[in-house]
């Protein structure tokens, strides 16, 4: 959900390249029997700026495997999947994490991951795998919807935005800030889910009245939320003035976890009829130096150990059938009954189209 859903672990992950878990036993340390040179220790994660997973579990990793999980931070999705693609053959790292439903056709034809199918793919539903020849996994979902500041409607004592329609009301003028759907995944979503609302024919009129009710394109997620929202505590800090972002249905726990005091209600919604459901996924790259603990890694980003520890650091929903949720996720979360959707092959045939459209419409 970085975004990735999914994304609003950014609030709080820090950016650039991390090592997450020390060097353990086990055979990913191994001299090879025939004498040649030993085998990688580290397992490098190439991902969205907004991965992140508690020391305690990816240690566990380490002990299992004997593997150090490096992370590598590269931009929003849509950017980190384009670095990756213009370095495909010889990847960053081993294992690319956060390429979502809405990039996954731009990363598999252009060949940068190897097919791999992981221990476990059993306990995940096989409506999330997308692609049959394993070339990516499915690790979390979530739905890319509006978030509203609570604070702001309720001074103003204006009901906020709950449909796609309300957003382009002369009510909600100047309140909106969304992400480039060209740069940010959130932002594609946010497109996506507009064309799949108002058709293929409907949606450039729709954004004509965005346009002109004054929404506001930043590139991404983290200058979207953090900068210009003014519900976020980044939001606070940088005196954002847009009651309305482009977020996650899973957001508003991110606001209660990290405040001091935590409040007892969320101090931030979600308008449950502007939503897209995104899945996340990750793959092992072609050309990876180290494929053996790459595998290692994938198994493990399904497993239950991993999949409970996700929806509090990145703010996403776990895949797999056996995880379990935690009360806070529960409790100031929202459940998206009805999200829109889209098949991959039609975001495949209309994207790189739409972006432009979109762009020539909204930002020339």
Request: proline fraction near 7%.
């Amino acid at each position: 959900m970085t975004t990735k859903k999914a994304a609003a672990a950014a609030l709080v992950a820090a950016l650039g390249v991390t090592t997450l878990a020390a060097c353990g036993g086990g055979n990913g340390g191994k001299d090879k029997a025939d004498g040649a040179s030993p085998a990688p220790k580290t397992v490098t994660l190439v991902s969205h700026d907004s991965f992140n997973a508690s020391k305690e579990v990816l240690a566990e990793f380490t002990r299992q495997t004997g593997f150090t999980v490096k992370v590598l931070k590269s931009g929003d999705a849509g950017e980190a999947v384009n670095k990756e693609i213009l370095t495909k053959g010889s990847p960053q790292g081993d294992v690319f994490f956060g390429v979502d439903n809405t990039l996954l056709s731009r990363a598999l034809d252009n060949g940068i991951f190897t097919p791999y199918e992981a221990k476990g793919l059993e306990r995940v539903p096989a409506a999330l795998q997308l692609d049959k020849e394993h070339r990516v996994t499915p690790i979390d979902t979530g739905d890319i919807c509006v978030n509203y500041d609570k604070k702001y409607f309720a001074d103003k004592k204006l009901a906020p935005p709950q449909t796609f329609d309300d957003l382009a009301e002369p009510a909600y003028k100047d309140l909106l800030v969304v992400e480039n759907p060209e740069r940010s995944s959130p932002g594609l979503g946010f497109l996506l889910g507009t064309a799949a609302k108002y058709g293929d024919a409907g949606w450039p009129d729709y954004w004509k009245k965005l346009k002109a009710n004054g929404v506001k394109t930043v590139d991404s997620w983290e200058l979207a939320y953090n900068q210009e929202f003014s519900g976020s505590a980044g939001g606070k800090q940088a005196k954002g003035d847009r009651p309305l972002v482009v977020s996650y249905a899973s957001s508003p726990p991110v606001e209660v976890l990290y405040a001091q005091p935590q409040p007892k209600v969320a101090p931030t919604g979600v308008s449950t009829g502007t939503c897209f459901r995104q899945t996340e996924f990750a793959g092992l790259l072609n050309g990876a130096k180290n494929p053996e603990g790459g595998k290692a890694l994938i198994d493990f980003l399904i497993s239950k150990k991993f999949q409970d520890d996700m929806p509090l650091q990145m703010f996403v929903n776990p895949v797999a059938n056996d995880a379990t949720l935690p009360e806070l996720f529960t409790k100031h979360g929202v459940v998206i009954d009805k999200p829109e959707t889209m098949a991959p092959d039609k975001i495949a045939q209309n994207r790189d189209q739409w972006i432009e459209q979109w762009t020539s419409l909204v930002l020339k």
